[in-house]
């Protein structure tokens, strides 16, 4: 499991088509919440400013579209199986916490959780389930999809390429990797000390 939360790893041995795997399973399915796509993103843009990977312009084409087409099948997951996916009982990879803070955020937010959420871990895999749950417009959903997509890969991608290039990152690629996963892990904490603190109150 540790392996698939490196980013260096995944690059490393599945290139540029584990990125693309990685990326449609944390924006689709529902056990692919865990997966580290920010990092994933922001290591992508570090490598190709090291002429690494592949070149960019092939990474921000094939990574949106990796994004996007998880999106859709996520929508297709909560359209068809409905409210019974977020039935079940909690397990080590299904948590109902998970679900509760992406409703709360929908909530919050409506139709543009689908561009907003691309940019908070955890809620960006539920969030788009949840909108085929409630019956949100195909086309209106594809849409949101399609610019938050490119929105977030372009950006966070974009974000490593230009640090990339500083002279500082570069010479200390490594220590900023690292620095990256564990900033993208801040949220996960968050999240998991949030959900202790009602049980501790309870007590």
Known sequence: MSA????????DTFGLVGMKVVLFAECGLLVGFFLPGDSL?????LLVAG??????????LLLPVAAVAGNLVGWWIGRTAGPAVFQREDSRLFKQ????????FFDRNGAR????????????????VMAGVARMDFRRFALYSLVGGLAWTT???LLG????????VRNHIELFIVAVVAV?????????????KPASAGA
Do not use: M
């Not at 993103?41 to 843009?45: D, K, Q």
């Not at 916490?97 to 709360?104: C, F, I, K, S, T």
């Not at 390429?161 to 500082?168: E, S």
């Not at 993208?184 to 202790?196: I, M």
């Open 113 to 128: 959780t689908i561009v907003l959420a691309r940019f908070v871990p955890v809620v960006r895999t539920f969030a788009t």
């Open 97 to 104: 916490r998970h679900v509760q803070r992406a409703q709360d």
């Open 184 to 196: 993208s892990l801040v949220p996960v904490a968050a999240e998991a000390w949030r959900s202790r």
């Open 41 to 45: 993103l922001f290591t992508a843009g």
């Open 161 to 168: 390429y230009w640090l990339g290039h500083v002279a500082l």
């Open 155 to 157: 950006t966070v991608t």
């Open 51 to 60: 002429g690494l990977v592949a070149p960019l312009w092939l990474v921000l």
């Open 4 to 11: 698939l939360l490196n980013p260096t790893h995944l690059i």
